[in-house]
């Protein structure tokens, strides 16, 4: 199974600024298929990225993301402040679709 | 607009069984595949299950395999986990979300349902 490593495990930037979020995948992920959630406390996690670069419906273009093979990164170019939250990597590309451990984007 | 309304959740003893369950609506059930995915307190996204559109296909992680079995009812559109030999470590939310496509493989998670709560303790 491929297994994901996420960093930073924990972010502290202010709004306004830059955020890059990192997941490394322990085997190649297969045509890209990689996603990002974003969950906030008490609430579910939501789709955020789909095949590694794909935003879905409702994302605010401030979020990007990019990479493939063994690398990928999630990329918030101006912080708001409802961008603080917990964000997640996710392989589909085989069984089972295992989550990285995700990397807390916390105010500074 | 897409809704899953997790139910059944609470509180069972060590080595209990549990039936949860999850209302959807908003999209054609019946064609897309589903998953359970849990997270415990305080910790990150667990993968549990997934079942294919016509329930045909399903697939375990290593941690449930054996105790737990999933299942759907497409004329219902409901989703189901039935947990037995429940241990502590099965003590999270567990999250009702829809597949992107039909087959529970290659295909991203794009909807979640709120949760519901299991907590394995005498």
């Known amino acids: 199974e491929i297994v994901l490593t996420q960093s930073p495990g924990t972010l502290s930037l202010s709004p306004g600024e830059r955020a890059t979020c990192s997941c490394r995948?322990?085997?190649?992920?297969?045509?890209?298929?990689l996603a990002w959630y974003q969950q906030k406390p008490g609430q579910a996690p939501r789709l955020l990225i789909y095949g590694a670069s794909s935003r879905a419906t409702g994302i605010p273009d401030r979020f990007s993301g990019s990479g493939s093979g063994t690398d990928f990164t999630l990329t918030i170019s101006r912080l708001e402040p409802e961008d603080f939250a917990v964000y997640y990597c996710q392989q589909y590309g085989s069984s089972p679709g295992l989550f990285g451990q995700g990397t807390k984007l916390e105010i500074k | 607009e897409v809704q899953l309304v997790e139910s059944g959740g609470g509180l069972v003893q060590p080595g209990g069984s549990l039936r949860i369950s999850c209302s959807a609506s908003g999209f054609t059930f019946s064609s897309y595949a589903m998953h359970w995915v849990r997270q415990a307190p305080g910790k990150g996204l667990e993968y549990v299950s997934s079942?294919?559109?016509?329930?045909?296909?399903?697939y375990y992680a290593d941690s449930v395999k054996g105790r737990f079995t999933i299942s759907r009812d497409n004329s219902k559109n409901t989703l189901y986990l039935q947990m037995s030999s429940l241990r502590a470590e099965d003590t999270a939310v567990y999250f009702c979300v829809k597949a992107s496509r039909a087959s529970y493989s290659l295909g991203y998670f794009d909807y979640w349902g709120q949760g519901t709560l299991v907590t394995v303790s005498s």
């Open positions: 995948a322990s085997q190649s992920v297969s045509s890209s298929y």
């Open positions: 079942i294919g559109n016509n329930g045909g296909s399903t």
